[in-house]
């Protein structure tokens, strides 16, 4: 039997963060959870795809866009259930158990939050960030997101746009989601550098803004400022 869950990570310039990624998965390899992992890029100038190749990752790459790559990776899996996790988040120790007891619901699954050498900062932003998720079913993609292959396909799978795919997988899933026992911890860098209120607040606004009809490559722009 093989292998039930092909991982997919979209890239762009990760070195810095895709190895430390990498190493937390290995033990879905070694439990025979793991099919395969596919990187996703958008067209990295850095160390990104030698780090691909040595891990023994399948390697796709074009046009930079998040929910794009996403589209691109899992259009090349091959694995029954899909993974997706961003390239600066490590999953937790044991997290091969959380998924394989999620396996027998065919529902979609996401992990729990939290920011690595976040501070208290950190632990009031990702305890907002898993209420959020339970009460309102809308896990952002820095959370990792499991699901079918076939429910994946059903919804119509990712959005080939710039910003807020995460936001609109979330929104085709809503009832189907299913918390898991396991922690993402993500890098905490950006909010660092903007400021946790600021960068919340901003996040906010942008969600705000994506429900009510404004394009996500006009949202990108103003993200990227």
């Known amino acids: ?8 990570i979209p890239t762009l310039n ?8 990498l190493l937390a998965l290995m033990e879905g390899l070694a439990s025979g959870v793991i099919r395969e992992v596919i990187i996703s ?35 090349a899996a091959q694995g029954e259930w899909l993974l997706f996790l961003h390239a600066d988040t490590i999953l937790s120790d ?12 065919g529902q979609a699954g996401y992990g729990l939050l939290r920011f690595s050498d976040g501070g208290l900062a950190g632990r009031i932003v990702a305890g907002w960030a898993n209420l959020r998720s339970r009460v309102f079913g809308l896990p952002y993609g820095d959370q990792s997101l499991l699901l079918p292959r076939a429910l994946y396909l059903q919804v119509g799978g990712f959005q080939d746009i710039p910003l807020m795919e995460d936001v609109a997988m979330a929104h085709a899933l809503k009832g189907r989601m299913q ?22 607040r901003k996040n906010l606004w942008l969600i705000m803004r994506y ?5 996500p490559e006009t949202l990108a722009k103003e993200y990227r400022r």
């Open 211 to 215: 429900f009510a009809g404004a394009s």
């Open 94 to 105: 044991g997290w091969t158990k959380a998924v394989e007891s999620h396996l027998e619901t």
């Open 1 to 8: 039997m093989r292998a039930p869950v092909s991982v997919v």
């Open 179 to 200: 918390p898991l026992a396991y922690v993402a911890a993500t890098s905490a860098v950006r909010y660092q550098k903007q400021g946790w209120l600021r960068r919340g």
């Open 14 to 21: 990760a070195e810095g963060d895709l190895p430390d990624t």
């Open 41 to 75: 890029d958008g067209g990295s100038s850095d160390a990104t795809q030698r780090i691909c190749e040595d891990a023994g990752a399948v390697w796709v790459h074009g046009a930079p866009s998040r929910g794009g790559q996403l589209k691109r990776g899992a259009e």
